[in-house]
Structure formats: structure tokens, C-alpha cells
């Protein structure tokens, strides 16, 4: 009986622990993407690829990495609720992001752009993703895209990319 309540307590307190750091803002994605530079409009500032990660995006918005997201769909938690979800309906309809992160030369500050696996040109910037490549990047005024919006692949935000 012992042991049995130390192997629950041991699967309980290391699933509580990865449960809990995504609430508290200590997200992979918050990791991944940090540093972020201020919203504003951009032309031809010069860049490089630092950075691309797969990520998993709820319908709320949120990011999770591989890791945390097999954590919060772990069986162990499928009755336990994120968001106003429960870990089955965050497996059953999270959708998988690939996100780039890129870096400007001059102020080393990060904007990280996401596009769904499932879209059209997801193959396409995946295949330019090359650490260390040199871009040049212009925004477009009055575009942005929030997680709900990348979720439901409403391509609003726009960062014109051009490669060296």
C-alpha cells in the first residue's frame, strides 16, 4: 500500500509540475519566443532564421510544445481542464504549428511567425527555414493575427520575406 501511494503521489506531483509551469507563463513557446520585438510597421529591416520549432495551438490560442502537450493529454490527466477544455478535447482538436523565429541584426530582438501544418504554405516555409539565413522583412499596416486567428488559419498578419 506504501509504495503504491508513492508511485500515485510520484505521477501525480511530476504531472501537476508540467501542468502547472504552462499556467504560471513558463511555456516552451514563451521560452522559444522571447525577447519579441514591439509591434510595428517594418521595411526591408534586415534578419536571419534563429530559430523554428513545432508547436501545438488550441482553439483558445494557446501554444504548446510536443512535450507539453503530451503531458496535458496524458491519460493520467484526461479528466483535468485547461481553458475550458479537458485533455480529451485538447487532443482531439489542437492543430500543429510550425513557427520560425527570426532575429534582427541590429536591435538582436525576435518576431516569431506561425503558419499550420495543415495550410498551403506551410511546405514551402518549411523548406526556407535554414538557421542563420538573411532576410529582409516588411510588415504590412494594420495586419496582425492572434493564436485564435492563426487556429482557424485566418491569414491576417502579413511579413512580406525576402531571402539573400
Same mark, same amino acid.
Given at each position: 500500500?506504501?509504495?503504491?501511494?508513492?508511485?500515485?503521489?510520484? #505521477? +501525480?506531483?511530476?504531472?501537476?509540475?508540467?501542468? $502547472?509551469?504552462?499556467?504560471?507563463?513558463?511555456?516552451?513557446?514563451?521560452?522559444?519566443?522571447?525577447?519579441?520585438?514591439?509591434?510595428?510597421?517594418?521595411?526591408?529591416?534586415? $534578419?536571419?532564421?534563429?530559430?523554428?520549432?513545432? +508547436?501545438?495551438?488550441?482553439?483558445? @490560442?494557446?501554444? $504548446?510544445?510536443?512535450?507539453?502537450?503530451?503531458?496535458?493529454?496524458?491519460?493520467? #490527466?484526461?479528466?483535468?481542464?485547461?481553458?475550458?477544455?479537458?485533455?480529451?478535447?485538447?487532443?482531439? %482538436?489542437?492543430?500543429?504549428?510550425?513557427?520560425?523565429? +527570426?532575429?534582427?541584426?541590429? %536591435?538582436?530582438?525576435?518576431?516569431?511567425?506561425?503558419?499550420?501544418?495543415?495550410?498551403?504554405?506551410?511546405?514551402?516555409?518549411?523548406?526556407?527555414?535554414?538557421?542563420?539565413?538573411?532576410?529582409?522583412?516588411?510588415?504590412?499596416? @494594420?495586419?496582425?493575427?492572434?493564436?485564435?486567428?492563426?487556429?482557424?488559419?485566418?491569414?491576417?498578419?502579413?511579413?512580406?520575406?525576402? $531571402?539573400?
Amino acid at each position: 500500500m506504501k509504495s503504491l501511494s508513492i508511485i500515485f503521489i510520484s #505521477l +501525480f506531483t511530476l504531472n501537476g509540475c508540467a501542468y $502547472y509551469s504552462h499556467q504560471f507563463g513558463l511555456g516552451d513557446h514563451s521560452a522559444f519566443c522571447s525577447n519579441i520585438e514591439n509591434d510595428r510597421d517594418r521595411h526591408n529591416e534586415k $534578419y536571419y532564421i534563429s530559430g523554428s520549432q513545432f +508547436f501545438y495551438i488550441t482553439k483558445n @490560442g494557446d501554444y $504548446y510544445s510536443e512535450k507539453e502537450f503530451n503531458q496535458l493529454t496524458s491519460p493520467t #490527466l484526461i479528466n483535468v481542464s485547461y481553458g475550458g477544455l479537458s485533455a480529451k478535447e485538447l487532443k482531439d %482538436t489542437a492543430k500543429k504549428v510550425f513557427t520560425v523565429k +527570426f532575429t534582427n541584426t541590429n %536591435t538582436n530582438k525576435n518576431i516569431c511567425s506561425s503558419t499550420l501544418v495543415s495550410s498551403d504554405t506551410y511546405e514551402k516555409n518549411y523548406m526556407d527555414s535554414i538557421l542563420g539565413r538573411k532576410l529582409l522583412i516588411s510588415s504590412e499596416k @494594420g495586419k496582425g493575427a492572434s493564436g485564435k486567428e492563426i487556429y482557424r488559419d485566418e491569414g491576417k498578419k502579413s511579413l512580406s520575406i525576402q $531571402y539573400f
